[in-house]
């Protein structure tokens, strides 16, 4: 069908990606998914400020959220 192996061919060691169903007990809560989504990107866009500032030859800033405590405190 479609041109898509059968999946006693697939690569055992792959991922095969299914639609998870809404009664699936397994399932992430659909807030967590989009919290760990939004940790993710905020994880890559600092890194990727922090490899920008050292191509540029710049000081890399502390990015951390842990940095602030020690001025709050």
Do not use: C, F
């Not at 792959?14 to 967590?32: G, M, Q």
């Amino acid at each position: 069908m479609l041109g898509l192996p059968d999946e006693t061919t697939i690569d055992p060691h792959r991922y095969i990606w299914r639609p998870v169903s809404t009664k699936d007990p397994t399932r992430t809560p659909l807030a967590k998914r989009l919290l760990r989504g939004v940790a993710n990107r905020h994880r890559t866009r600092t890194r990727l400020a922090e490899l920008q500032a050292r191509a540029d030859g710049k000081p890399i800033e502390d990015l951390s959220a842990a940095a602030g405590l020690e001025v709050a405190a």
